[in-house]
T-cell receptor, first 111, second 116 residues
Framework: GDSVTQMEGPVTLSEEACLTI???????????LFWYVQYPGEGLQLLLK?????DKGSNKGFEATYRKETTSFHLEKGSVQVSDSAVYFC??????????FGDGTTLTVKP | DAGVTQSPTHLIKTRGQQVTLRCSPK?????VSWYQQALGQGPQFIFQ???????QRGNFPDRFSGHQFPNYSSELNVNALLLGDSALYLC???????????????FGQGTRLTVV
């Protein structure tokens, strides 16, 4: 079946450090890929998405590229801020509408 | 726009009982999906409702059932509750009428169910 594997956390970085959170997936067909973020005390919200191979999603300085050859969708940011502290979830959605989430990666950014 | 609203926010039930959770989708959305999120894990897909019918289902037993009403709101029912059903239950709505797989899901804050 479909699956999403995220790098295990928690991840602790200093402000202005570079961030990479790895995400790989297994799915039949050509899913859409998403990163969702959950800030403390808030619900899940979409951070960025990509719907086909080689697409790059971007938002709030975060980027992720849909790599079909490596079945990956790694999340990157060049300079993190304290306000980026949150739990990040990688997810896929198949053509049939079924979604699969990773277990989440907790990011803490220290000033 | 109130976004996705879920009720109740917290619930405590006894093993063997039945529970109903409710979800109102974001205005303009026609599809509701339900997820179970255990502590420290990602959301697990339970099922999706579109046009009042279950369109997709994850690996959950028949004790989990749902319903979608003409106004697109939805209910999740769980029968014969087990201790292991304790989790955060999330509802997400989206606009899926054209089967666009890239559609964004908007999540509610969830219902925290505790089974004792």
């Amino acid at each position: 079946g479909d699956s999403v594997t995220q790098m295990e956390g928690p991840v602790t970085l200093s402000e202005e450090a570079c961030l990479t959170i790895n995400c790989t997936y297994t799915a039949t067909g050509y899913p859409s890929l998403f990163w969702y973020v959950q800030y403390p005390g808030e619900g899940l919200q979409l951070l960025l998405k990509a719907t086909k191979a080689d697409d790059k999603g971007s938002n709030k300085g975060f980027e992720a590229t849909y790599r079909k050859e490596t079945t990956s969708f790694h999340l990157e940011k060049g300079s993190v801020q304290v306000s980026d502290s949150a739990v990040y979830f990688c997810a896929l959605k198949t053509n049939a509408g079924k979604s699969t989430f990773g277990d989440g990666t907790t990011l803490t950014v220290k000033p | 726009d109130a976004g996705v609203t879920q009720s109740p926010t917290h619930l405590i039930k006894t093993r063997g009982q039945q529970v109903t959770l409710r979800c109102s989708p974001k205005s303009g959305h026609d599809t509701v999906s339900w997820y179970q999120q255990a502590l420290g894990q990602g959301p697990q897909f339970i099922f999706q409702y579109y046009e009042e019918e279950e369109r997709q289902r994850g690996n959950f037993p028949d004790r989990f059932s749902g319903h979608q009403f003409p106004n697109y709101s939805s209910e999740l029912n769980v029968n014969a509750l087990l201790l292991g059903d304790s989790a955060l239950y999330l509802c997400a709505s989206s606009l899926e009428g054209d089967r666009g797989i890239g559609t964004e899901a908007f999540f509610g804050q969830g219902t925290r169910l505790t089974v004792v």
